[in-house]
Each structure stands twice: as structure tokens, then as C-alpha cells.
Antibody, heavy 113, light 112 residues
Framework: QVQLKESGPVLVQASETLSLTCTVS????????VIWVRQPPGKGLEWMGI???????DYNSALKSRLSINRDTSKSQVFLKMNSLQTDDTAIYYC???????WGQGVMVTVSS | DVVLTQTPPTLSATIGQSVSISCRSS???????????LHWLLQRPGQSPQLLIY???RLESGVPNRFSGSGSGTDFTLKISGVEAEDLGVYYC?????????FGGGTKLELK
């Protein structure tokens, strides 16, 4: 059974770094890529980036300078780090398996000024 | 980046009515490998998005066959043949042909 679960702090101070973990089960990270998507309250979905099954990454152009996605295949975990947070980074952050077939429940992150 | 424009932004329907949602891309979504990576998602209130259709017209496992997708190049359509109450929510198209991937703005399906 494929599952993904996001974890990390729910409250982060502005200008600090957000660190989130996506822990997966039921599949291998060497067989499927994992995508991060976020959704500000009451707004639409925003694609943040992907770590492909070979470990390569692609990022949203607007976030590229602040964002990094890495993984630990032995622990079945994918990591998102984004620095210089601002209040408009407040959102639900989801991880999802390529090709968007399975999603985590999401984690609501609030950036406080 | 590729821009996906969804219309209409809001759709009111009665139960049993058939409806369509359009997704237009700012450039062709035909990949050099011959595939077209245009997918459709449904996000019900308070829930994570759910994949309905992938690669234009392929029905995801477990999704009712009243959902169908069509299109090519830059114009794509999601059709619901007989809306049911559980279909209410926001529909998104998303393209994975060109990096970075991008989402459409969403279409909210409401009950009339």
C-alpha cells in the first residue's frame, strides 16, 4: 500500500528556514520521483519541485534560489528545505508520488512575522 | 514557464447534468518522447487532491468512468457525464511535459 506522510514544524519565523520530511512506504524512491506541492489558504496549487528516481531535481523557477530537495533512499525519506521564509509562504505543503497518483495528507505551515 | 488557463473558473451544475472543463496551454504539451503529460485532479473540500485522469485521457484506477479526458497539443477537456454529489470540489489541470510543471488556476464545481 502506497503511503506518503509529511512532517515538520507547523510554525516558522519569517526569515528562517523551513525543513519538511516526506516519509514514504509501499514503493522505492529509486523507482518513483516525489513532488512537493503547496497551497496557500483559500488558493490554488503551486508546484514546487521534484526529485526524480535517479536523484536529479527540477524546481519552480520562482522558488529555485531558496529551495532544495534531497532524499535518503535507505530511510525512504525526501527532504524539502526552503530558506528566507516570508508570510506568503504560509501554506499547506504536500508531497506526492510521480505522477501525482498518491498524495500525503499535507502539513499546514504558518510563517509568523 | 508554461501557463495553463482553465475555464470556467466556476461551474454550477445539477445532479445528473453533464459538464466540461477546458484547459488551454501556452505551448504544446506533446513531449519529445511522444507522450502528452496533461493530468486532471479533483480536490474535495478539506482533502488532498486526487488524480482522476493522466496523460490526457487515461482513467486512474478506481475513478468512475463518468470522468473522461480528451485533447491534444494545447487544448484539453475534462468531461463529467452525469455529475454526482461526490464530484463537487475544485478541478485542476497540471502539465508535466515541460519543467517546471505547472497547474491551472482551478475550476470550482458547485451544486446549482
Amino acid at each position: 500500500q502506497v503511503q506518503l506522510k509529511e512532517s515538520g514544524p507547523v510554525l516558522v519565523q519569517a526569515s528562517e528556514t523551513l525543513s519538511l520530511t516526506c516519509t514514504v512506504s509501499g514503493f522505492s524512491l529509486t523507482n518513483y520521483g516525489v513532488i512537493w506541492v503547496r497551497q496557500p489558504p483559500g488558493k490554488g496549487l503551486e508546484w514546487m519541485g521534484i526529485i526524480w528516481r535517479n536523484g536529479n531535481t527540477d524546481y519552480n523557477s520562482a522558488l529555485k534560489s531558496r529551495l532544495s530537495i534531497n532524499r535518503d533512499t535507505s530511510k525512504s525519506q525526501v527532504f524539502l528545505k526552503m530558506n528566507s521564509l516570508q508570510t506568503d509562504d504560509t501554506a499547506i505543503y504536500y508531497c506526492t508520488r510521480w505522477y501525482l497518483s498518491h498524495w500525503g495528507q499535507g502539513v499546514m505551515v504558518t510563517v509568523s512575522s | 514557464d508554461v501557463v495553463l488557463t482553465q475555464t470556467p473558473p466556476t461551474l454550477s451544475a445539477t445532479i445528473g447534468q453533464s459538464v466540461s472543463i477546458s484547459c488551454r496551454s501556452s505551448q504544446s504539451l506533446l513531449h519529445s518522447n511522444g507522450n502528452t503529460y496533461l493530468h486532471w485532479l479533483l480536490q474535495r473540500p478539506g482533502q488532498s487532491p486526487q488524480l482522476l485522469i493522466y496523460s490526457v485521457s487515461r482513467l486512474e484506477s478506481g475513478v468512475p468512468n463518468r470522468f473522461s479526458g480528451s485533447g491534444s497539443g494545447t487544448d484539453f477537456t475534462l468531461k463529467i457525464s452525469g455529475v454526482e454529489a461526490e464530484d463537487l470540489g475544485v478541478y485542476y489541470c497540471v502539465q508535466g511535459t515541460h519543467a517546471p510543471w505547472t497547474f491551472g488556476g482551478g475550476t470550482k464545481l458547485e451544486l446549482k
